[in-house]
C-alpha cells in the first residue's frame, strides 16, 4: 500500500453535530481537509466514515498516519 500524503502535522479539531456522517480524507489529497473530496479516485485510499455520536469538538488525523483513524492519536510528533 502506498504511503498518504501529510496534510498536516497537527490534528484538525472539529466542531460535529451528533447524528451526522462526517468522511475522513485518507489519502491527504483533499482540498477540504480533514474530510475527503474525491481526490483519492483511481488510487487504493478511500475515505473513512465517522459517526457523531455526540455533539462535541472532535480531533481528527491530519498526519494521515493514526493507528486510531480517523482520529488523532499524535503519530504527527513522530513524523
Do not use: R
Request: charged residues 25%.
Amino acid at each position: 500500500m502506498s504511503e498518504p500524503t501529510i496534510a498536516s502535522k497537527t490534528p484538525f479539531g472539529i466542531d460535529v453535530e451528533e447524528g451526522k456522517s462526517y468522511y475522513w480524507c485518507s489519502c491527504g489529497k483533499s482540498q477540504k481537509q480533514p474530510f475527503c473530496d474525491g481526490s483519492h479516485k483511481g488510487s487504493e485510499f478511500a475515505p473513512t466514515k465517522y459517526d457523531a455520536t455526540a455533539s462535541a469538538k472532535v480531533w481528527f488525523c491530519g498526519c494521515k498516519h493514526s493507528a486510531n483513524a480517523p482520529l488523532c492519536d499524535g503519530a504527527h510528533k513522530k513524523l
